[in-house]
């Protein structure tokens, strides 16, 4: 693990991050009905957290000498809210595992304070899936 791999890493999760902001935002603009109106506060609620992590890490990777990226991870729309949520949860798993991953790698090059706002980062993931078990067990 050297430092350019570390960067390589966290641009991947900059990326997940572009693509989170990019999905709830247009998953709002696709939520109808009751159960719809709720998922729009949740998903402007949750863009936010997104979009200070997508913050945090465009600083560190210029901190590190790298270039941070401004191009989305790719991800699915299905048609309909379950189907929708079930991507959303998917994808909030992928980043929890990443960003423990990640934090372990700050660790092994010494960067404590990156080590422990990666698990910080990891923990918010984690509270958007239990929001998203929570609303897909009443679905
Ligand atoms: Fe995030
Ligand atoms: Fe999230």
């Known amino acids: ?34 159960l719809g109106t709720e ?10 957290d997104e979009l200070g992590h997508a913050a945090f890490l465009t600083d560190v ?15 699915g729309k299905p048609e309909g809210l379950k189907a929708m ?4 949860l ?10 423990r991953m990640h934090a372990k790698h ?7 304070e990156l080590k422990v706002k990666l698990e910080e980062m990891a923990a918010d993931e984690a509270g958007h899936a239990r929001e998203l078990r929570r609303l897909l067990k009443g679905l």
């Open 1 to 34: 693990m050297t430092k350019e791999d570390l960067v390589r890493a966290l641009n991947a999760d900059l990326a997940a991050e572009w693509g989170t902001v990019i999905r709830y935002t247009y998953q709002a603009g696709k939520s109808f009905g009751v």
């Open 39 to 48: 998922l729009r506060e949740m998903f402007r609620k949750e863009v936010e």
């Open 61 to 75: 990777i210029v901190d590190l000498s790298g270039e941070p990226t401004t191009v989305p991870k790719e991800f």
């Open 85 to 88: 949520l079930q991507v959303d």
């Open 90 to 99: 998917e994808m909030e798993l992928k980043d929890i595992e990443n960003y």
């Open 106 to 112: 700050a660790e092994e090059l010494g960067e404590s």
